[in-house]
């Protein structure tokens, strides 16, 4: 299967599920990161849930549901 086809099938439930999570992350991460008032340390953690969020989504995203036995 080419990553084309694979990232345009069927997702699975739990993986679409734990998708919109990663999407949600970093969503809020991007927000706090624009935030200019923020102390360092809580920029810092924002930048490690961006990295966990994206890495949710897209390996989310390339699981498929198996059609057939």
């Known amino acids: 299967m080419k990553l084309t086809q694979r990232l345009t099938a069927s997702t699975p439930p739990f ?3 734990v998708r919109n999570i990663g ?3 970093t969503a809020i991460s991007g927000a706090l ?3 200019p008032a923020l102390p360092v340390i809580i920029v ?3 930048g490690y849930l961006a990295v966990a ?3 949710m989504s ?3 995203q390339a699981a498929v549901q198996k059609e057939g036995g």
Do not use: D, Q, R, Y
Request: no cysteine; proline share 0%.
């Open 44 to 46: 810092k953690v924002a």
């Open 53 to 55: 969020g994206t890495v």
């Open 33 to 35: 990161m624009g935030i």
């Open 15 to 17: 993986f679409s599920k």
């Open 23 to 25: 999407l949600i992350l």
């Open 58 to 60: 897209g390996v989310s």
